[in-house]
């Protein structure tokens, strides 16, 4: 998980074992759930959680208004391309994060949105961190890019990713039915 400094810049906060963890655990936990209404996704299939072909099906048909309860739909937005979760929205994600992990959660495989969720609240409340409710995101998996460092600028080797000067990303808005933005 990556904050954003007073100037802006994405920072590391902290990490988590096991990406599977993470993105790859919400995005196979809705592929299992809803491969019925997820056009394209054979629900008998086997592996059905841990196709990525499965994952880029989940994400557009979220994307075209597949009806996901509304903390699935914010883990979910989380995990897509330069999403930021506003620190005034900390709480209401670390909500969702944890009734995500109730819900799908399988025995034997890794889940962190709990430990996520700790650490979102402590942010909250500016714990172990000299910014209180600070803007936070994600790298969603260990074989990504890391979008939150710009390295096509003009800059020696790049800067980290700025929200006040950078203009990719947009913010998980819990009001808005669908969100724009490319999805990881």
């Not at 075209?64 to 914010?74: Q, T």
Request: contains cysteine; negative net charge; hydrophobic residues 35%.
């Amino acid at each position: 998980m990556l904050i954003f400094d007073g100037d802006g810049d994405a920072c590391r906060d902290s990490e988590y074992s096991n990406s599977w963890g993470f993105a790859a655990m919400i995005w196979g936990a809705l592929v299992r759930r809803y491969a019925r209404e997820i056009p394209g996704v054979d629900p008998d299939g086997s592996y059905l959680e841990f196709q990525s072909d499965n994952w880029t099906k989940l994400w557009t048909a979220e994307q075209n208004g597949l009806a996901l309860r509304p903390w699935e739909r914010d883990a979910l937005r989380a995990t897509y391309d330069y999403a930021v979760i506003r620190g005034a929205d900390l709480e209401r994600m670390a909500e969702s994060f944890e009734r995500f992990e109730d819900a799908h959660a399988k025995p034997g495989l890794a889940c962190s949105l709990k430990l996520i969720a700790a650490r979102m609240r402590e942010l909250a409340v500016g714990e172990r961190s000299q910014f209180t409710r600070p803007d936070v995101c994600f790298i969603g998996t260990s074989c990504g890019d890391d979008l939150w460092y710009v390295h096509d600028s003009d800059d020696d080797g790049g800067h980290p990713y700025n929200v006040k000067r950078d203009k990719k990303h947009w913010y998980v808005d819990p009001s808005a039915a669908i969100q724009p933005g490319r999805v990881a």
